[in-house]
């Protein structure tokens, strides 16, 4: 039996690892009323009441090459952070996501007698698989969100939960029609242009490098006589200046709505979504839609990354099912002729309808909220029984 007050330390740096924190710290309330959170915590995370000692915000940075610039930043808040949590240690320590920031952070203060949770793995099982080892090292439980992962960590004797990702127990197909009628839009019909959904990343680095080629790719189409109405959603205002600067420079003749968030209506009121490669090939997935897949990095990150990769595919549906179950064309195979062509290839109805059966074979099992798996998880490596 436990006494005194449960304190648990949480770091998340970007928008998705606040909304797994804030779901994961009302989880840990339901089962632990008073407990106390403390971290590196964004919106959502300090709604649900984590005080925050740094703001998510300022760890979000991507990139090998990118992240440089901010390194001396992200060393101050490092140190901070430490002197802070070992001045006045938790009993649990969850880092979400953000490997290269919470990775160290983790080791040290397990070193330190603090224990340790990892949420949502790198991609070690993809590249630089030599990570195992610092991770072994720095946590005492991985709670991933997919089985592939969960059973790497296992060959690697590294204690592991697959807790299972959110949107597998949330998210479900949505009527193409009513996406359509809920964006304003006309039913699909005989008479109307196909709707294509364009989602060129979440970050500036990534909206920036795939529009400009998205709308390329719209334009080969149009010129093929495929043209599409495009549907873009705009993660916020500078992604919405982003693109309506794109779309003055290469978008004439282009049929294009643009639409404030709701990626999610977005891709189910489409008969295909070309999109960047990442969470959102996970949502495509569940909602059924035909999909291309299309990434670019900055050329020394990728110069480096192609060194470090050991995996084929990049895509959710293609790592879940083990092979080629959406296209998918990186870097210098991005080009518009080559996107263009496969989504062509699917707007054909029976390719469309082949894909979407595909996609459907490959949703997992999920019979409990990955939530409360990982505040199981949590309490249970805080020895809070």
Not at 16 to 40: H, K, M, Y
Not at 322 to 345: D, K, M, N, S
């Amino acid at each position: 039996m436990n006494s005194g007050r449960l304190r648990v330390g949480l770091i998340a740096g970007e928008p998705s690892g606040d909304a797994l924190g804030a779901a994961l710290i009302n989880a840990l309330r339901r089962r632990v009323p008073d407990i106390e959170c403390i971290g590196v915590a964004g919106p959502a995370m300090r709604a649900a009441g984590c005080r925050a000692l740094y703001p998510a915000e300022a760890l979000a940075v991507m990139g090998l090459v990118e992240v440089l610039a901010h390194l001396p930043r992200l060393l101050r808040i490092r140190r901070g952070l430490l002197r802070q949590l070992r001045a006045d240690p938790p009993q649990v320590l969850v880092g979400i996501d953000a490997p290269d920031f919470n990775l160290p952070v983790e080791a040290r203060l397990r070193r330190a007698g603090i224990r340790t949770v990892h949420y949502v793995s790198p991609s070690v099982w993809a590249w630089r698989e030599g990570r195992v080892r610092q991770i072994a090292g720095a946590v005492d439980r991985m709670l991933t969100l997919f089985p592939f992962e969960a059973r790497f960590y296992e060959r690697h004797g590294v204690p592991v939960t697959q807790v299972g990702h959110p949107l597998q127990a949330t998210l479900r197909p949505i009527d193409p029609a009513v996406a359509r009628a809920a964006l304003g839009l006309p039913p699909p019909g005989p008479d109307s242009l196909p709707v294509l959904a364009l989602l060129p990343g979440s970050r500036a680095g990534e909206y920036r490098r795939l529009t400009p080629l998205f709308l390329a790719t719209a334009q080969w189409l149009r010129e093929q006589g495929r043209p599409c109405h495009l549907l873009l959603p705009l993660v916020n205002q500078a992604a919405r200046t982003a693109v309506e600067a794109a779309l003055r420079r290469s978008g004439a003749g282009l049929s294009c709505t643009l639409v404030d968030g709701r990626a999610q209506e977005v891709m189910a009121a489409a008969d295909a979504v070309l999109l960047a490669s990442g969470t959102a090939t996970l949502e495509a997935m569940l909602l059924q839609r035909p999909m291309v897949v299309a990434y670019r990095l900055a050329p020394l990150t990728y110069a480096i990354a192609r060194r470090l990769v050991r995996t084929p595919h990049v895509a959710i549906p293609n790592l879940l099912a083990g092979r080629a179950v959406v296209p998918e064309f990186i870097q210098h195979a991005a080009t518009p002729a080559a996107l263009g062509g496969a989504i062509a290839y699917l707007l054909e109805p029976a390719a469309g309808a082949a894909m979407r059966a595909e996609l459907a074979a490959l949703r997992p099992p999920q019979t409990e909220d990955p939530a409360e798996l990982a505040a199981r998880a949590v309490l249970e490596v805080a020895g809070w029984t």
